[in-house]
């Protein structure tokens, strides 16, 4: 038995439905419906019992499932002990948004202990030009706000989530509220941060218009986080940031107010789609085994 029917198999078994199997794997129904034929046919015993409203095990197919299942398991277990052995002495190169790297230690620690060989060291990215340090090959990884829709990237697992704030000068009119609403960005200037930065991506944290259709105005232009804290600080734009900016930064002259009607934003591991290389892969596992980070 091949290991892509081993896979097939095993996730009927859990699934015992055929469409939800096929698109689990990503792969039609039908080369389910093959693989387990052949199967069969092959032992000359039913593995499951098939009708028109339900898919059950039969007694020698729970007992296939558990000899696979253990035999795969511990396939599993010796392909991750050598991959990681294979990346010690390897760096990782991640990028991140001003202060998220203190956030990120419980993902890098985690990492670091399956993979004591490596190292991880973090480069600062800008909002204005998101994707050139991945594809110069500055950096091998980058946490970025989804979506990301670029044919040479690849997004992997969602590693932070959290919610958004508003920065604005403390003379602003509405420095004395609790928090703000989307509805009030399109009385305001907000920061234009140029052409390097695709609009479809820059506007799922800074939207062009309001919930209710109201269009928000952009521009000055800024390039960098801190050239965005001095223009709001000479009250020429508030701006949208993810609220780890309030958590760690603490300038004068600016506050950082919740939008409370922002969805919450997600930031998954992105990385050059021809670099998929064993020591981001294994980064990538761990994130997932870990899952997100809630701000």
């Keep these: 038995m091949e290991l892509r029917d081993i896979e097939i198999f095993l996730t009927l078994a859990e699934e015992l439905h055929f469409g939800r199997t096929a698109e689990r794997l990503h792969v039609s129904q039908a080369r389910v419906s093959q693989a387990i034929g052949r199967q069969e046919r092959r032992l000359g015993v039913a593995l499951f019992d098939r009708t028109s409203r339900r898919v059950s095990l039969t007694p020698v197919g729970r007992r296939l499932r558990e000899d696979l299942q253990q035999a795969l398991d511990l396939l599993q277990a010796g392909l991750a002990r050598a991959e990681a052995a294979s990346l ?35 480069g600062e990215i800008n909002g204005s030009d998101p994707f050139t340090a991945l594809r110069t090959g500055d950096h091998d990884v980058h946490v970025l706000w989804l979506p990301v829709a670029e044919p040479d990237l690849t997004v992997g697992p969602t590693v932070l989530t959290g919610g958004r704030v508003l920065a604005i000068s403390t003379n602003h009119p509405l420095a004395d509220r609790g928090s703000v609403s989307l509805e009030d960005l399109a009385d305001n200037h907000v920061v234009d941060l140029g052409p390097e930065a695709p609009e479809y991506w820059v506007s799922a944290m800074v939207p062009t218009r309001t919930p209710l259709g109201r269009r928000i105005p952009r521009g000055p232009a800024a390039r960098t986080f801190h050239e965005i804290l001095s223009l709001i ?26 939008i409370h009607d922002a969805p919450t934003i997600q930031f998954a591991l992105t990385w050059r789609s021809n670099n998929d290389s064993p020591v981001i892969r294994a980064l990538a596992q761990t994130a997932a085994d870990l899952g997100p980070i809630s701000l």
């Design 233 to 258: 600080t000479a009250g020429h734009c508030v701006h949208p940031l993810g609220e780890i900016a309030a958590r760690y930064n603490n300038p004068p002259g600016i506050a950082f107010l919740p």
């Design 88 to 122: 010690g002495g390897q760096t990782l190169r991640l990028g991140v948004f001003g202060h998220a790297g203190h956030e990120l230690r419980p993902l890098v620690d985690a990492f670091l202990a399956r993979h004591p060989g490596c190292d991880v060291l973090f």
